[in-house]
């Protein structure tokens, strides 16, 4: 513990009654919480933290979170007045997840300004293979994974007209945040470098509703990502006319 931060996303072995112990010891004078814990611990958590509407930054990282988890965990963000950012990074999220933030964003008490979904799969979900389990019984080998991008689109679109959130982070490990208010227009520039921050499609499909409405933005450098034919084709046809992409 360090001033009214707490940081146990890499310590005491992921032992969840002594992470639960210490953090319910703390909790009313933390403003920073980072821990690695399973999801039951995370939940009771966030709802320690909840109670007492202190908590500035919360994450709950590689937790094995489930999509039903963050419903809990966005109903807090909705109507917290204190919570400004987010980190779900690494946890076992899908499209759904994305479409349940962006009713978040979209609500006039969220005061998030940063939220970090990366490392899961928001572009999709999984689904019972039939051809595999014909009587519908769930494991890993069963599921098969189908991409969905509507909770994205969903995301985006409530992003643009969101006031307090500056920062997103959407893909895999190690992608950079996308910087909300330079792709809205908010904070207006003319060239808005991108290159080699390990940006994917879920970003791209961020970037060109963002960049919709941006009159003032004429270049945005894409290159050195991880891009597919299909993202930058995406890309292309969905950007705003007058926008030059460097891919």
Known sequence: ?????????DKLGGDRVTVL????????????????????????????????????????????MSP??????????????????????????????????????????CVLTALDLSSNRID??????????????RSRDSLRFVSDVSGLRALASAISVNRTINSITLDQSGSSALPVRKLKGVDPIETLDLSGKRLGAASCIVIAHLIESNAVL??????????????????????????????
């Open 218 to 247: 004429n270049i945005i450098d894409l290159r050195d990502n991880r891009l597919d034919e299909p993202t930058m084709r995406y890309l292309r046809d969905s950007a705003r006319s007058g926008v030059e992409l460097l891919l």
């Open 21 to 64: 112990r210490v953090v319910e010891l703390f909790v009313s004078v933390l403003a920073s919480i980072d821990v690695v814990v399973d999801e039951q611990a995370a939940l009771s958590i966030a709802r320690a933290a909840r109670n007492c509407d202190r908590v500035a930054h919360l994450g709950l990282i590689r937790c094995k």
């Open 1 to 9: 513990m360090e001033g009214d931060a707490l940081d146990l996303s």
């Open 68 to 109: 039903s988890g963050a419903q809990e965990i966005a109903e807090y963000v909705a109507i917290s007045k204190t919570l400004t950012s987010l980190r779900l990074d690494g946890n076992e999220l899908d499209s759904r997840t994305a479409a349940v933030f962006a009713e978040v964003l979209k609500s006039e008490t």
């Open 124 to 137: 999709g979900h999984y689904e019972v293979d039939s051809e595999i389990s014909p009587r519908g019984l």
